[in-house]
């Protein structure tokens, strides 16, 4: 089964599903990126009394995931790929607007920070990878449901975005670590430690 088929499929499921369960997806395409930031912020409150270390980790999830809504708009205006409820004929009427012309399909802007945000929350707190990852996966999920992505759209922006937060992770790391250091030795101190 292809994209379009799996999109036609998962759109005539939501045109038959409850009012309830389609209103839950069309909030929880916005909740769910709202719910991830809310566990940053907590993350990050629960780091600035741990290591250095852990507060850069904890710092470095909302710079990761600007760093890959950034690319994920970059390569929109490359691909330029149109929006499934436009372009895909015979599915049903999306749940929610089809955004306007010029916003394009590919890759998924919710689904990539979503997933930068799970990946950088889960690095910086492991604890909280398992209410993390599938609020990322739902979000995405929804996406979908409501008509307004095909699943390669998702599935890519999901990929991006972990990837950009392992890597910011990896790479950020031990310098933003030295900074938190440097920092907490200063007059900069309040704002990296309890």
């Known amino acids: 089964m ?17 009012h309830w369960l389609r209103t839950l997806a069309d909030i929880g395409t916005e909740g769910g990126i709202l719910l991830l930031m809310a566990m940053a ?13 852990q507060v850069a980790l904890a710092v470095l999830v909302p710079i990761a995931t600007a760093v890959a809504y ?14 499934p409820c436009r372009a895909v004929a015979g599915a049903a009427a999306s749940i929610a607007a089809c955004p306007p012309e010029g916003d394009w399909s590919f890759p998924s802007n919710h689904s990539t920070i979503a997933a930068a945000l799970a990946v950088g929350i889960a690095v910086a707190w492991r604890a909280a990878l398992w209410p993390a990852l599938p609020v990322a996966l739902l979000t995405g999920l929804s996406r979908v449901f409501i008509g307004v992505h095909y699943p390669h759209d998702v599935a890519a922006g999901l990929a991006l975005g972990a990837a950009v937060a392992a890597l910011c992770a990896a790479l950020l790391g031990r310098p933003v670590t030295d900074l938190v250091l440097r920092m907490r030795a200063g007059r900069w101190r309040v704002l990296v430690e309890a």
């Open 2 to 18: 292809n994209s379009t088929d799996l999109y036609r499929e998962l759109t005539d499921a939501a045109y038959d599903a409850p």
């Open 41 to 53: 912020a907590l993350g990050w409150w629960r780091a600035r009394s741990g290591t250095a270390h």
């Open 70 to 83: 950034v690319l994920s708009e970059l390569v929109k205006s490359v691909v330029d790929e149109e929006r």
